[in-house]
């Protein structure tokens, strides 16, 4: 998700993003993940490269993240909770860093940041991991802070801040003045206790609903000890009574989410609006006649959203995004029948839900019903045409069946949305060179 062709190394005089793949299985984003020990190894090299000069390091750690797998001994230590033993982990490696810059003299210069981007529900609910809701299991992160103004030490901040206060307190602690036309605000007087508030308003979404499974996305308003969380259902917590989050106020307290509502979308209109990146237009003519025989997986647009009604807390659509996520894991271990049958019962109570098809198209492709997968990748193109997983998926079911022009129309479809990807261009290449096109095999195995 981190890799440098999303644009996200600008600025970066070194960006460390290469990822040995050859033992991955599948294309899963939480598949392909680098253990912290490696990335802080890499991150202390470059340290001690650089320690002489000013520097801005980012450490970006992904463990605790599912799988739960953490390394020994924390593996032992946290047998019935391993994701406790992941965020044992990463904590060590985070202390690894500081020792590095105690040892080096560097410490007492130096401003350190720990930021969490999310939390997992674990269960809260209903949700297994992250993503589907904003509620504070998720939302709800660490921050903290640690720099050469002693007598901040040990100070706590009661009063709710944000993670885009991150680069406006960081440059206030450095003395540097501030960057302009970025969000956020310096949080250095409520860490020397010059202020005792600031009243920041807390702005979260989920996007998962919508992409997925064709509902409407959710966004949550924080303002003091109340938060609103904008769903057609409308939902309001006094976090101060009710940090757990179980009571919605909404109806008692009208005036108060009404009013959140309306500050929450006079914050949504004053955000940029920055258009999708439109595929390629400049095709070659063989690879856009591939393209128009392949039906759906050809269409040029690149995203259509559903904004169907999801109800987040009660009533009988609660139940579906756990299983949701859980059907693929399940259809590997307990076998195809399991899956199918999870994912066609999603299917057929709620026909656009984007995941359910590309579940059944996934647990056919294992059993190697190749047509069958098709037909149910389709339906997903049909609700979400970028659907990056089923365009690839899609392709390889068509390789599979011996259709080499299909596979080809899919892959090179996926190129336009991402021509940099090293997998579909290897997927290519094979084809080509089971063909005899050595040249063409040639061209999609060359670094790039």
Not at 22 to 36: A, D, E
Request: aromatic share 10%.
């Amino acid at each position: 998700m981190l890799d440098a062709k999303w644009g996200i190394g600008q600025g970066f005089d070194t960006y460390f993003d290469d990822f040995d793949l050859s033992k991955t299985r599948g294309r899963s984003i939480g598949n392909i993940q680098r253990p912290g020990n490696e990335v802080v190894d890499k991150a202390l090299a470059w340290m001690e490269e650089v320690k002489g000069s000013r520097f801005f390091a980012w450490v970006h750690l992904y463990d605790p993240h599912t799988p739960y797998a953490p390394p020994e001994p924390f593996k032992s230590q946290y047998v019935d909770h391993p994701y406790r033993g992941e965020i044992a982990f990463t904590d060590a490696q985070i202390g690894r860093v500081i020792e590095f810059l105690e040892r080096r003299g560097l410490l007492d210069r130096t401003v350190i940041a720990v930021l969490g981007d999310h939390g997992e529900s674990l269960g809260d609910h209903g949700e297994d991991a992250h993503g589907f809701f904003v509620y504070e299991s998720a939302t709800r992160v660490p921050f903290v802070t640690a720099h050469p103004i002693r007598f901040t030490a040990g100070r706590r901040v009661a009063d709710p801040v944000r993670t885009i206060d991150l680069a406006p307190t960081v440059l206030d602690l450095l003395g540097e003045p501030p960057m302009t036309g970025i969000a956020g605000q310096t949080l250095v007087p409520l860490m020397t206790g010059a202020a005792r508030e600031l009243g920041l308003d807390g702005y979260a979404e989920a996007m998962y609903p919508l992409h997925h499974y064709g509902w409407s996305d959710l966004r949550a308003l924080r303002s003091g000890r109340f938060k609103l969380i904008d769903a057609p259902r409308p939902e309001l917590f006094d976090l101060e009574r009710d940090p757990q989050e179980t009571t919605n106020i909404f109806d008692e307290r009208r005036t108060v989410g009404e009013g959140m509502i309306a500050r929450l979308r006079e914050l949504e209109a004053g955000f940029e609006k920055v258009a999708a990146a439109q595929p390629s237009t400049d095709v070659d003519p063989e690879v856009r006649a591939r393209l128009a025989a392949l039906a759906t997986s050809g269409r040029s647009s690149r995203a259509r959203a559903i904004r169907a009604p999801i109800v987040p807390t009660q009533g009988q659509d609660r139940p579906l995004q756990p299983d949701g996520r859980g059907a693929r894991r399940r259809a590997g271990a307990a076998g195809f029948r399991q899956g199918e049958r999870s994912a066609a019962a999603r299917a057929r109570h709620r026909s656009n839900v984007i995941d359910a098809w590309f579940s059944l198209g996934n647990a056919h492709f294992r059993e190697r019903r190749y047509q069958d997968a098709i037909t149910y990748f389709k339906k997903a193109l049909e609700l979400k045409p970028d659907y990056d997983l089923a365009v690839i998926n899609m392709a390889a079911a068509y390789r599979n069946l011996g259709d080499d022009e299909a596979a080809l129309a899919g892959f090179e479809h996926y190129l336009t949305i991402d021509p940099n990807d090293a997998y579909v261009r290897y997927q290519i290449g094979e084809v080509y060179l089971d063909r005899g096109e050595l040249e063409r095999a040639e061209e999609q195995f060359a670094p790039r």
